[in-house]
């Protein structure tokens, strides 16, 4: 436990562009090489409302906030209509000064002012800006800096100032997270103990497995510090998953060593009976369980690599708690309890379980739980037929109906729609119309070139005004129209004096070097109006007509930014799900025939959870259900989760039927002995993923609603679809056998000769 803390130290965040997208793909290289890293920048939008933003008090305030807000470090620059006025003040009386006219303003606003500083009369922005590549941490202590800025900048008390723009909505959002995520995660831990307390109450200590799956949970952190594992979004969802299988381990430890030493065994023989029979079960279910999440590594999204990588690594740390500390400690509280320590201590009271080795075994009649289990597992064993052809038919049409199940991709929806950070962006888009864009990245022999200036202008007026869903275009070419009277200079030299009277931060946002430039067409609100799917056909539409209007010889155009970031991602997420799901259950059939060598042992389980499959897409397509990039996960999950279940009920159907019980009574002994302990471990993880559903990120709760479905809809399967499936298998193998026996035996019959 101290190397995994230790370990745990070296955890690092990761939400750039390499958790998204490999490293080595063409969009990387353009996303983070060629638009990040050289052209890239968040803004800090204060938007002004009031009156009359033409007021000079007004204008001076925004100016005392301008010069304020350049001094913050991380800031690059600010853009205020402020300093505009003043511009244009000096350029047309020779003052550099805010004018006290109200008339002269408005003037020079009418004839200098871009509409985006001031769209109408009641509304005036500024923007802070600072380098793309920033990170969250930073972006948040620069947002402080300027909330303190604009408090300081003493604005006229009858307007209103909202501070807002993607770092605003982002810490925002981080921090709503945070906040809800621990309180969630309480209310989880406690439904766990409420879970155990009520329905593991055959047992002593029943709380027990719950310390055992967190001390598991600490060796993952520990191995993911070591490893270089980093801490994403979708792996902050892992360790629910982790918790609901690694206390089932702990749970199947549990139940087993008690049961053996309520049958009359030694202390050391039932510790023994317990490794040998439950330690292979949940070893062959925990192999299982990894063959089902190998098939998040099918999907090109690194994040998601990691996610299977955490899962895996978790199990196994979880499986490793559970046999060496779990039943170290249950023996270890057995010996006490015989001696009454522990009574005394007061962590347990002497009970017709505290026995000695030499007691007589203990029959103790069966509670609700273990009839309910028996009767259900009786009558679907009656009713074979009837059972698993409505399963079937129902899951042919759940996999029928989800290829049509809806994917949710606007990113605005997974957060509270009452967040303030959300409404106040939500604001400034119907103020402004939304600041999403293409980035067309250019590289050329010479950025001074008057033919490429006049290229970039025509071609950017061809698609404000050719497409309904461009609404504007920002380049280099209009700073340069703007110090030269409207008009592209006809010579190189002229433009590079031009490009040495700008400032900085002004010429970095459109050109690097002397060989890249960038133009900025802007797409409004785009992810909520066109959805990443409508983006993509966008892109597709300005592909074409690049291929229309062709850029000078010996230029390049590449189309990139975030929104084709998220483009390419969500497609990776959700379109591959099915392929995904259908890996993984190739994966987990192959894997339990190399360890049975038995095709009954092999197809049982995969028919259960096929079913589970197609159960889950029915119930999602007809509620309404939406997929997530969270829950496009899920069906390698239902893999992982559910066959473990069918496992371990299977492993103990054969144990029964080797002490000589039929096929029928041996899956009713393995129902009632080990059944209970599934149902305990299925209910906990039910109980503790609701937790989520309570979140106010709907993508949290959807996750967690879809999860909690499908755990239910395994349990579920385990105990209605597993029992027939797995005693007509066996049944109808055994007669074969009889059959073939019988065979060769008529063949063998000595001759009888009649004399």
């Given at each position: 436990?101290?190397?995994?803390?230790?370990?745990?130290?070296?955890?690092?965040?990761?939400?750039?562009?390499?958790?998204?997208?490999?490293?080595?793909?063409?969009?990387?290289?353009?996303?983070?090489?060629?638009?990040?890293?050289?052209?890239?920048?968040?803004?800090?939008?204060?938007?002004?409302?009031?009156?009359?933003?033409?007021?000079?008090?007004?204008?001076?305030?925004?100016?005392?906030?301008?010069?304020?807000?350049?001094?913050?470090?991380?800031?690059?620059?600010?853009?205020?209509?402020?300093?505009?006025?003043?511009?244009?003040?000096?350029?047309?009386?020779?003052?550099?000064?805010?004018?006290?006219?109200?008339?002269?303003?408005?003037?020079?606003?009418?004839?200098?002012?871009?509409?985006?500083?001031?769209?109408?009369s009641t509304h005036a922005t500024m923007s802070v800006n600072i380098e793309g590549t920033t990170s969250d941490s930073q972006q948040e202590e620069i947002?402080?800096?300027?909330?303190?800025?604009?408090?300081?900048?003493?604005?006229?008390?009858?307007?209103?100032?909202?501070?807002?723009?993607?770092?605003?909505?982002?810490?925002?959002?981080?921090?709503?997270?945070?906040?809800?995520?621990?309180?969630?995660?309480?209310?989880?831990?406690?439904?766990?103990?409420?879970?155990?307390?009520?329905?593991?109450?055959?047992?002593?200590?029943?709380?027990?497995?719950?310390?055992?799956?967190?001390?598991?949970?600490?060796?993952?952190?520990?191995?993911?510090?070591?490893?270089?594992?980093?801490?994403?979004?979708?792996?902050?969802?892992?360790?629910?998953?982790?918790?609901?299988?690694?206390?089932?381990?702990?749970?199947?430890?549990?139940?087993?060593?008690?049961?053996?030493?309520?049958?009359?065994?030694?202390?050391?023989?039932?510790?023994?009976?317990?490794?040998?029979?439950?330690?292979?079960?949940?070893?062959?279910?925990?192999i299982i369980t990894a063959l089902g999440f190998f098939s998040l590594f099918t999907s090109t999204v690194p994040m998601i690599q990691d996610f299977g990588?955490?899962?895996?690594?978790?199990?196994?740390?979880?499986?490793?708690?559970?046999?060496?500390?779990?039943?170290?400690?249950?023996?270890?509280?057995?010996?006490?309890?015989?001696?009454?320590?522990?009574?005394?201590?007061?962590?347990?009271?002497?009970?017709?379980?505290?026995?000695?080795?030499?007691?007589?075994?203990?029959?103790?009649?069966?509670?609700?739980?273990?009839?309910?289990?028996?009767?259900?597992?009786?009558?679907?064993?009656?009713?074979?037929?009837?059972?698993?052809?409505?399963?079937?038919?129902?899951?042919?049409?759940?996999?029928?109906?989800?290829?049509?199940?809806?994917?949710?991709?606007?990113?605005?929806?997974?957060?509270?729609?009452?967040l303030p950070a959300l409404i106040a962006i939500n604001h400034m888009s119907e103020i402004l119309g939304g600041e999403d864009e293409l980035n067309l990245?250019?590289?050329?022999?010479?950025?001074?070139?008057?033919?490429?200036?006049?290229?970039?202008?025509?071609?950017?007026?061809?698609?404000?005004?050719?497409?309904?869903?461009?609404?504007?275009?920002?380049?280099?070419?209009?700073?340069?129209?703007?110090?030269?009277?409207?008009?592209?200079?006809?010579?190189?030299?002229?433009?590079?004096?031009?490009?040495?009277?700008?400032?900085?931060?002004?010429?970095?946002?459109?050109?690097?070097?002397?060989?890249?430039?960038?133009?900025?067409?802007?797409?409004?609100?785009?992810?909520?109006?066109?959805?990443?799917?409508?983006?993509?056909?966008?892109?597709?539409?300005?592909?074409?007509?690049?291929?229309?209007?062709?850029?000078?010889?010996?230029?390049?155009?590449?189309?990139?930014?975030?929104?084709?970031?998220?483009?390419?991602?969500?497609?990776?997420?959700?379109?591959?799900?099915?392929?995904?799901?259908?890996?993984?259950?190739?994966?987990?059939?192959?894997?339990?025939?190399?360890?049975?060598?038995?095709?009954?042992?092999?197809?049982?389980?995969?028919?259960?959870?096929?079913?589970?499959?197609?159960?889950?897409?029915?119930?999602?397509?007809?509620?309404?259900?939406?997929?997530?990039?969270?829950?496009?996960?899920?069906?390698?999950?239902?893999?992982?989760?559910?066959?473990?279940?069918?496992?371990?009920?299977?492993?103990?159907?054969?144990?029964?039927?080797?002490?000589?019980?039929?096929?029928?009574?041996?899956?009713?002994?393995?129902?009632?002995?080990?059944?209970?302990?599934?149902?305990?471990?299925?209910?906990?993880?039910?109980?503790?993923?609701?937790?989520?559903?309570?979140?106010?990120?709907?993508?949290?709760?959807?996750?967690?609603?879809?999860?909690?479905?499908?755990?239910?809809?395994?349990?579920?399967?385990?105990?209605?679809?597993?029992?027939?499936?797995?005693?007509?298998?066996?049944?109808?193998?055994?007669?074969?056998?009889?059959?073939?026996?019988?065979?060769?035996?008529?063949?063998?019959?000595?001759?009888?000769?009649?004399?």
């Amino acid at each position: 436990m101290v190397i995994s803390l230790q370990g745990a130290q070296y955890i690092e965040n990761a939400s750039g562009t390499d958790t998204f997208v490999d490293k080595n793909s063409q969009l990387y290289q353009d996303y983070d090489h060629l638009y990040l890293n050289l052209f890239s920048t968040e803004s800090i939008v204060i938007m002004v409302e009031g009156s009359d933003v033409t007021d000079p008090h007004l204008l001076k305030a925004m100016e005392r906030a301008h010069s304020s807000a350049l001094n913050i470090p991380g800031v690059i620059g600010v853009d205020s209509p402020a300093y505009i006025i003043k511009d244009a003040n000096y350029e047309m009386t020779g003052r550099s000064e805010i004018p006290d006219d109200r008339e002269l303003i408005r003037e020079l606003i009418d004839i200098w002012m871009p509409a985006y500083f001031v769209p109408d009369s009641t509304h005036a922005t500024m923007s802070v800006n600072i380098e793309g590549t920033t990170s969250d941490s930073q972006q948040e202590e620069i947002l402080r800096e300027t909330e303190k800025t604009i408090e300081l900048a003493n604005f006229p008390g009858d307007y209103t100032i909202i501070v807002t723009g993607n770092p605003a909505f982002n810490a925002g959002m981080n921090n709503a997270m945070n906040s809800s995520m621990g309180l969630l995660l309480m209310i989880s831990v406690l439904l766990m103990v409420v879970v155990l307390y009520l329905v593991f109450k055959h047992v002593r200590w029943r709380l027990l497995p719950l310390p055992i799956v967190i001390l598991g949970i600490v060796f993952t952190f520990g191995a993911m510090g070591y490893l270089g594992i980093p801490m994403t979004m979708v792996s902050m969802s892992a360790f629910p998953v982790l918790i609901g299988l690694g206390i089932d381990y702990a749970i199947q430890f549990h139940n087993r060593i008690e049961e053996e030493l309520e049958h009359g065994e030694s202390d050391e023989e039932a510790v023994i009976a317990t490794i040998k029979h439950t330690g292979p079960a949940v070893l062959i279910a925990l192999i299982i369980t990894a063959l089902g999440f190998f098939s998040l590594f099918t999907s090109t999204v690194p994040m998601i690599q990691d996610f299977g990588k955490l899962l895996m690594i978790g199990i196994v740390m979880c499986f490793l708690s559970s046999l060496f500390v779990g039943v170290t400690v249950l023996y270890g509280f057995h010996k006490l309890s015989e001696k009454n320590i522990l009574s005394k201590l007061g962590i347990t009271r002497a009970s017709k379980n505290n026995k000695k080795a030499s007691d007589a075994p203990i029959n103790h009649d069966p509670d609700h739980l273990e009839k309910f289990l028996k009767a259900i597992s009786t009558f679907s064993m009656r009713h074979p037929i009837i059972i698993i052809g409505i399963a079937g038919s129902l899951c042919l049409t759940g996999l029928f109906v989800d290829t049509m199940t809806d994917i949710q991709t606007d990113t605005e929806t997974f957060v509270p729609q009452d967040l303030p950070a959300l409404i106040a962006i939500n604001h400034m888009s119907e103020i402004l119309g939304g600041e999403d864009e293409l980035n067309l990245i250019i590289k050329t022999e010479n950025n001074a070139d008057p033919e490429i200036l006049e290229w970039i202008d025509d071609f950017s007026d061809h698609e404000v005004e050719g497409r309904s869903n461009i609404y504007a275009s920002a380049s280099v070419v209009d700073v340069v129209k703007s110090h030269n009277g409207g008009i592209i200079p006809s010579s190189s030299g002229e433009v590079r004096m031009l490009y040495e009277q700008m400032p900085d931060y002004q010429k970095d946002m459109y050109l690097h070097g002397n060989s890249i430039m960038m133009v900025n067409l802007n797409i409004g609100n785009a992810m909520g109006e066109l959805g990443l799917e409508g983006i993509g056909n966008l892109a597709e539409i300005v592909k074409d007509d690049l291929l229309w209007m062709t850029p000078p010889p010996g230029t390049e155009v590449t189309i990139t930014g975030h929104s084709m970031v998220f483009v390419e991602v969500i497609d990776a997420l959700t379109s591959g799900r099915a392929m995904m799901t259908m890996l993984g259950i190739v994966l987990v059939f192959f894997g339990l025939v190399a360890i049975y060598r038995d095709l009954v042992k092999a197809l049982a389980p995969v028919i259960t959870m096929f079913m589970v499959v197609g159960w889950s897409g029915g119930i999602m397509f007809f509620t309404g259900l939406e997929y997530t990039p969270m829950t496009a996960t899920l069906g390698a999950l239902i893999l992982g989760v559910g066959s473990e279940y069918a496992i371990l009920m299977m492993e103990r159907y054969f144990e029964e039927k080797e002490k000589g019980a039929s096929p029928e009574e041996a899956m009713q002994e393995a129902g009632v002995k080990i059944g209970k302990a599934i149902a305990t471990s299925g209910a906990t993880t039910v109980f503790g993923f609701s937790a989520l559903i309570a979140s106010p990120f709907s993508i949290t709760s959807n996750f967690g609603l879809i999860t909690v479905l499908d755990v239910f809809l395994a349990l579920m399967a385990t105990f209605v679809i597993f029992p027939p499936v797995i005693v007509s298998l066996d049944k109808f193998r055994d007669k074969r056998k009889s059959n073939i026996t019988v065979t060769n035996d008529s063949n063998n019959i000595p001759e009888v000769v009649t004399p």
